[in-house]
């Protein structure tokens, strides 16, 4: 295996000074056009691609069938540059100092290859290269590879009546602009992760405003927010109505239980006092009854007679 890969690479570079030198003879010596040549100044693009999405970077168009080898050179910060190659002959494909796995050839890479990069992380950020050798000659493209971050943007009420706009966490660094102008304060914190925080402090002391709004400019799309600095205030008298209200209204429960809670009590109070009464009637009834039993003259009488009738039988 590393005696094919040692022919790769001496057939490589064979490839790319003959091809070179006769792409540029041919140039130099015949006046007919070139077929598919990218002038080496337009074969530098930049890309910006969001973090953790999937990126497919290509190589030079080239739509003649006789490409022999693609080579991807990979110069990320802080790494040794990393090389891919692909063989079309033989479908076979090399790596040299290429430990990040996300980057991978495209399956489908055979007629045009494609570098892919799933999904796009911070540290990818670095220059891209393809280089094609064909009969023809050597053909690149290069990408600078910039990776953003949307930020996140807030916009909230900060101390002494001023506004803040925070555009957390982006990459690059957002822009916040205000509408309308106030008196602003811009401070970009950066994050150990290769982001950065934009917050601007505004204060409208002069001409006071009833709502503003910010924008945040970015890479990845412009956001706007607005806040209407009236309606807080009515916001917090709302809800101040709101507890006043709540209060008024479990203080009435409170007070209207305690009168239920008296007036049952009451209630039971009068019954005791009204089964008491008809327990004194009772009793005061009673002795009255046997009084006038009694005291009745004809009870006396007639028993009496009874007596009489039947002592007398
Ligand atoms: C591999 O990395 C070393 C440094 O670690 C560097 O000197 C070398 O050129 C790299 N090889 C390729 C093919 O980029
Ligand atoms: C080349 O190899 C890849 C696997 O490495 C395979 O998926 C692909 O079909 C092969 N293409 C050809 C033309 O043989
Ligand atoms: C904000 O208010 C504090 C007191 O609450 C005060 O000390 C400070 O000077 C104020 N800042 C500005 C910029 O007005
Ligand atoms: C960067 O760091 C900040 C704070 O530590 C975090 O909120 C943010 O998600 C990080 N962003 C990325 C892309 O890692
Ligand atoms: C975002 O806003 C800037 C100016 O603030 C403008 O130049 C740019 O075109 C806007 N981008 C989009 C995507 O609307």
Not at 142 to 149: A, I
Not at 187 to 213: A, F, Y
Request: proline fraction near 6%.
């Amino acid at each position: 295996m590393p005696c094919t890969w040692r022919t790769l690479d001496l057939w490589l570079l064979l490839i790319s000074t003959v091809f070179l030198v006769a792409a540029s003879t041919n140039s130099s010596l015949t006046d007919r056009p070139q077929r598919s040549f990218i002038p080496p100044a337009a074969a530098n693009t930049s890309l910006s691609v969001r973090v953790g999405t999937k990126a497919v970077l290509s190589c030079p168009p080239i739509t003649s069938t006789a490409v022999q080898v693609t080579t991807w050179e990979i110069t990320l910060r802080d790494q040794p540059a990393c090389t891919r190659a692909y063989r079309r002959d033989t479908n076979e494909t090399r790596a040299k100092n290429c430990s990040d796995e996300t980057i991978s050839w495209d399956t489908r890479h055979d007629q045009n290859p494609v570098l892919q990069i799933d999904p796009v992380a911070i540290t990818h950020d670095g220059y891209y290269r393809c280089e094609v050798a064909t009969p023809e000659g050597n053909f690149y493209q290069g990408y600078h590879l910039q990776v953003t971050v949307p930020p996140e943007a807030t916009l909230f009420r900060g101390k002494n009546g001023t506004v803040v706009c925070r555009a957390a966490a982006g990459r690059p660094a957002a822009q916040i602009s205000w509408t309308p102008a106030g008196d602003c304060d811009t401070e970009e914190e950066p994050l150990g992760n290769d982001t950065v925080t934009v917050q601007s402090t505004c204060r409208w002391e002069d001409h006071p405003v009833s709502t503003v709004s910010c924008s945040v400019s970015h890479l990845t799309g412009n956001q706007s927010l607005s806040i209407d600095l009236n309606s807080e205030d009515q916001a917090s008298s709302n809800s101040k109505i709101l507890y006043i209200s709540i209060s008024i209204v479990i203080i009435l429960i409170i007070v209207g239980s305690i009168c239920l809670l008296k007036l049952g009590v009451c209630r039971k109070c009068k019954f005791k006092k009204i089964e008491a009464n008809s327990v004194v009637e009772e009793e005061e009834m009673q002795p009255y009854a046997s009084y006038t039993e009694k005291n009745n003259p004809l009870y006396d009488t007639v028993s009496k007679v009874k007596q009489s009738g039947v002592l007398q039988n």
